[in-house]
Structure formats: C-alpha cells, structure tokens
C-alpha cells in the first residue's frame, strides 16, 4: 500500500465524469488499498478515485471509530465502504443542511443540503453487486463522493462557503459567499 498525492482544484481530473471499473484485477486492487491508505493518512472519511488523480468510478467511505461516534452511528462507526461504479437509485424527498468539506479543497467549508437518505447501488471491491441503504451523516458523505465520479464539488452546490484562515490552530473563519 502507498500514500498518494491528494489532487487540488487545479487539476482538471476533478472536473471530468469518471471512467466506469471494468477489470477488478491486481492494479484495482492496489489502488483501492492505496486509497484506504491516503484516505485515513489525510484523514477524512472518503475519498473518490479522481482525488488521487486516477478517473475510475469508485469510492472508499469509513466513519470514525471513537466512543462518539458508535454512540451516532452504531455498528457503522468504523465500518470501511468501498464501492465502485456506486449509482444512487433512491432518495429522500426530505433534505437536510449540513457542513462539508473536502480533501482536495483544503481549508474550506461550506453549507451544502443533500437528502436526508439515500440507497446506493454498486459492486464491491471484487465486483460482487451490493446494495446500501444510508441516512445522516453516512448518505452525506456518500452523495458528497458520488458527486465527485460525475466532476462535481460541494462548492458547487454549497449555500455558503467558509475559508479557514488557519485549519491547524482553529482561527475564526471567514465567510464567502
């Protein structure tokens, strides 16, 4: 397993619809390892194919595993979702408003409303099709991953975006609109 580079907003692969898995092969398995590993070096809870400057449909999701976040999540805290070619086939009419960010976007946040829950069809990591049924916080972040296989970003649905003048020491954030 490796530790890859985390592409930013300059690189145009973040722009563009992902290519579709096709071969579930020894290079697709490197890379779903290798995306596990930068995922949880960054840290962050997902990460889509296109970050890591590779145009293939498929997405690795992991809650945290604290005390906090099994009393949120249950069974799901630390439950390691990859997904490649992930189809969301059923939504929620409700919507919820939430707080995202983004590895590719460091230092940013913004206010994004996506559907309360969600079902997400796809293949596992050795093809085998599956199904997930996701609500809360778990459909967030998969809609915010999926978003990322179609060239899509929070900042491009975010009601508001904040800029973080220092992520490191928590300083004030500053509003954009």
């Known amino acids: 397993m490796a530790i890859r580079p985390i592409i ?16 579930f092969g020894a290079n697709f398995q490197k890379l779903v390892d290798d995306m596990v590993e930068t995922m949880l070096d960054a840290p962050g809870v997902g990460l889509a194919a296109p970050q890591v400057a590779v145009s293939q449909r498929v997405i690795t999701v992991r809650l945290p ?65 599956f199904r ?22 929070y900042i491009d649905i975010a009601t508001k975006v904040w800029e973080q003048k220092d992520a490191e020491e928590g300083e004030t954030d500053e509003v954009k609109d």
């Open 8 to 23: 930013g907003l300059d690189n145009p692969i973040l722009r563009r619809k992902a290519n579709r898995v096709t071969d």
């Open 65 to 129: 595993d604290d005390e906090d976040a099994r009393k949120e999540f249950g069974d799901l805290a630390g439950v390691l979702f990859v997904v490649a070619n992930p189809e969301i086939v059923k939504v929620s009419r409700d919507m919820v408003e939430g707080i995202e960010a983004c590895l590719s976007i460091p230092g940013y946040y913004g206010q994004v409303d996506r559907h309360e829950s969600i079902v997400v069809k796809g293949l596992d990591r050795y093809g085998k099709p």
């Open 132 to 153: 997930i049924k996701a609500k809360d916080w778990l459909a967030r972040v998969f809609q915010h991953e999926i978003d990322h296989l179609d060239g899509k970003l």
